[in-house]
Each structure stands twice: as C-alpha cells, then as structure tokens.
C-alpha cells in the first residue's frame, strides 16, 4: 500500500490550493496512491481556519477520504482549535506522529 504523506506549515494561499489541496485531492481520488494524510502545523492552520475557500477545500478532500490532522499545540496557541475542529479534521498532539513518518523513513511532502 502507498501512502502520500505531506507537512503543510505555509500560509500561502496560492501554493496551499495549487499544490497541497490539489495533489492530495487528486492524488486519492484519483487512485495515484492508496492513501494520503496531511499534517498541518503552524501557519497553514492559520490559513484554514480563516479562509473559507481554503477551509472547504479541506473539508471537501476529508470527505474524498484524505486524511487531515491538524496539530492540537499549533491550534491551541493560535486560538483555533474551534474552527479547525468544524473542518471534521482529526485534531492532537502530532510531535509524535511526525516523528514517526521520520523514524520510519517515509517519504514525505513539505510545503
């Protein structure tokens, strides 16, 4: 089974929906892989929680069966928690998670 797994931290708009949103969509709907999962931290959470563009196109690769989760630190300093959670986005402590994907050398998308 292959997995995309891709670190979203920018808060660039453009870049955030012309590459992170539109590879991982089309990369699972698309049957390029067989699963992807997006890690947002930081700015890119940002992003979603404020931008209503953005945050339904989130919403809609949750419901294609992309998995989202988002860090619960990030969201908690940044006062988003709220608004990431109306996304039906998985939400916790990701330190572990990511350093899991490294430990286990998996290959992993950066943006």
Not at 11 to 16: A, C, I, M, R
Not at 94 to 104: D, I, R, V, Y
């Amino acid at each position: 089974m292959t997995t995309a797994r891709i670190l979203w931290t920018t808060d660039n708009k453009e870049t955030s929906m012309n590459m992170v949103c539109l590879y991982a969509h089309n990369a699972k709907k698309l049957g390029w892989v067989d699963e992807v999962e997006v890690l947002i931290w930081g700015a890119s959470q940002q992003l979603v929680a404020n931008d209503e563009e953005v945050s339904s196109k989130v919403k809609a690769m949750i419901k294609d069966g992309v998995k989202v989760i988002a860090c619960q630190k990030c969201a908690e300093n940044l006062g988003i928690y709220d608004n990431l959670k109306s996304c039906d986005m998985e939400i916790y402590y990701t330190g572990e998670l990511l350093s899991s994907w490294l430990n286990q050398k998996e290959n992993i998308i950066s943006v």
